[in-house]
């Protein structure tokens, strides 16, 4: 079980597990991957964003969505899935950006996140930066808000997750990273057509799970019933997506995109 993870001086991706590196091959199981099968270094270790949501059709759309804010060449339309090789989850790539499903729930997002982390560690990459996009109730927050989240609370709203490790119960803080957040909500303003705030999110063992950079589909303040049109509900699926890029281009020193006001 990888205990805690950070970054070294160096900005590498470092696992504090004192026999990752020691191991003669590393099976990165649920996401077809390995030490032994593949080279990491040279597939991942240029990667610095790593965004991740719950449907395999979402994060597809969002690596061919981010190809095209990217300018990258090709239209991004056959983009290949990395994790091909199991149905767990799926995996996209678009210059230094990955793209990854994580199912739903936290054990799904446990496991995926166990390996990534793995994964990127092996790659050797140095100063990525994960996001997690997607969906949430609100508590009296209009529908269709995106929401940076700067501390997930249990149910019982407190800002921890416990896990059970060898028998011991570990708690760790889910505050997020305070600079991110600020970041994100300064790109924000280059995308006015959608009202973008800070707020907690509530994870729970449930249907609702946490999510840094979230747009809610109702307030449910108003009643627990989703009611708007199925392409409005899109229409809110990809802010959260255009916030991100926004965030991306600007980390990179690009200059801001046309596509951001169309979509």
């Given amino acids: 079980m990888t205990e805690t993870t950070g970054y070294a001086g160096s ?6 597990n004192p026999h990752l590196d020691s191991m003669e091959e590393d099976v990165l199981y649920h996401l077809d991957l390995g030490t032994k099968t593949h080279n990491l270094p040279a597939m991942f270790g240029d990667i610095k964003f790593v965004c991740v949501g719950g449907s395999p059709n979402r994060m597809r759309a969002f690596a061919q969505f981010m190809h095209k804010e990217l300018g990258l060449a090709g239209d ?8 091909a090789g199991t149905d767990r989850y799926a995996m996209y ?3 230094p950006v990955l793209s990854i ?3 739903m729930g936290i054990p799904s997002i446990s496991i995926m996140l166990h390996e990534l982390i793995k994964l990127l560690h092996h790659a050797k990459c140095r100063d990525v930066t994960i996001i997690r996009i997607g969906t949430s109730g609100g508590l009296g927050i209009e529908a269709g808000s995106v929401v940076i989240t700067d501390t997930a609370v249990d149910s019982s709203f407190k800002p921890r997750f416990e896990q059970v490790v060898l ?3 570990v708690v760790r803080s889910t505050e997020l990273d305070k600079d991110l957040t600020e970041e994100l909500l300064a790109c924000s ?5 959608f009202p973008t705030l800070i707020g907690h999110t509530m994870c729970t063992y449930d249907f609702y799970e946490a999510a840094v950079v979230c747009v809610t589909l109702l307030d449910r303040l108003e009643g627990d ?5 199925r392409e409005v509900l899109g229409e809110y699926q990809q802010r959260p997506q255009r916030l991100i890029a926004a965030f991306i281009r600007k980390r990179l020193g690009m200059k801001r995109n046309a596509l951001l006001s169309t979509h």
């Fill in 11 to 16: 900005g590498l991706v470092h696992v504090k």
């Fill in 76 to 83: 991004g339309e056959d983009l290949a899935d990395i994790c």
């Fill in 93 to 95: 790539r678009a210059g």
């Fill in 101 to 103: 499903s994580h199912g």
């Fill in 167 to 169: 028998d011991d119960v």
């Fill in 189 to 193: 303003k280059e995308i006015p057509d």
């Fill in 225 to 229: 019933q989703i009611r708007v049109p």
